[in-house]
């Protein structure tokens, strides 16, 4: 079956780095979706690519979806405390696929920021 | 106030009890879905439904039951067969078309935590 890969699975910085997190998935995704989870709550939606090569940006953060649609990255500038939380990426199976219509979650990545 | 709920927030239960999850949306989506986060896991789909009456298997559906009657309410039921019940579930659901390219973000309830003793 699908399966999406994300990494690094902690990353430690300090106010003001920058984060990168990457994910792969093992088939073409018909889209890719990221959200984040701040400790003790729930996944909150981010953003969603659809296109090969697509960048999207949202403040700090900037997103990118690969060529290929089976690889994406999330960059975040200048973080801040408030970036605490861990950012899982999820794919979207192809469309006429078996996997269609579910999305299927990278690990996570944990993001702690030192002040 | 739109949006899901899940109750109860902490529910603590003995082991080879069944125990059902409360999941319900007033948000008007189609597709409903149910996930088992572990620490360092990620979410799993464990249950499905993209329209009432109708439900698919995820990834962990082994030792869980759901059912969809209404279209606001997707309720999980936790087995007794379930091996290891202890996590944190979260419902979700997101609006579902028919045409490629638009199933859209999902929205999470708050989660249940389920300690099984």
């Known amino acids: 079956g699908q399966q999406v890969m994300q990494i690094p699975q902690y990353q430690h910085v300090q106010e003001g780095e920058d984060f990168t997190t990457y994910c792969n998935s093992s088939?073409?995704?018909?889209?890719i979706q990221w959200y984040k989870q701040r400790p003790g709550g729930h996944p909150v939606f981010l953003i969603q690519?659809?296109?090969?090569?697509e960048v999207k940006k949202q403040k700090r953060l900037t997103f990118q979806f690969g060529e290929a649609k089976k690889n994406s990255s999330l960059h975040i500038t200048a973080t801040q405390t408030t970036d605490v939380g861990t950012y899982f990426c999820?794919?979207?199976?192809?469309?006429?696929?078996?996997?269609?219509?579910?999305?299927?979650f990278g690990q996570g990545t944990i993001l702690t920021v030192h002040p | 106030d739109g949006g899901i709920t899940q109750s109860p927030k902490y529910l603590f239960r003995k082991e080879g009890q069944n125990v059902t999850l409360s999941c319900e949306q007033n948000?008007?989506?189609?597709?409903m879905y149910w996930y088992r986060q572990d620490p360092g896991q990620g979410l799993r789909l464990i249950y499905y439904?993209?329209?009432?009456?109708?439900?698919q298997k995820g990834d962990i559906a082994e030792g869980y039951s759901v059912s969809r009657e209404k279209k606001e309410s997707f309720p999980l039921t936790v087995t007794s067969a379930q091996k290891n019940p202890t996590a944190f579930y979260l419902c979700?659901?997101?609006?579902?078309?028919?045409?490629?390219?638009?199933?859209?973000?999902?929205?999470f309830g708050p989660g249940t935590r389920l300690t099984v003793l």
């Open positions: 948000l008007n989506h189609d597709a």
């Open positions: 999820a794919g979207l199976g192809n469309a006429g696929g078996t996997s269609y219509g579910k999305l299927t």
């Open positions: 979700a659901s997101s609006i579902r078309r028919d045409t490629p390219f638009t199933y859209n973000e999902q929205f």
């Open positions: 439904s993209q329209i009432v009456n109708d439900f």
């Open positions: 690519l659809v296109k090969s090569g």
């Open positions: 088939t073409t995704l018909s889209n």
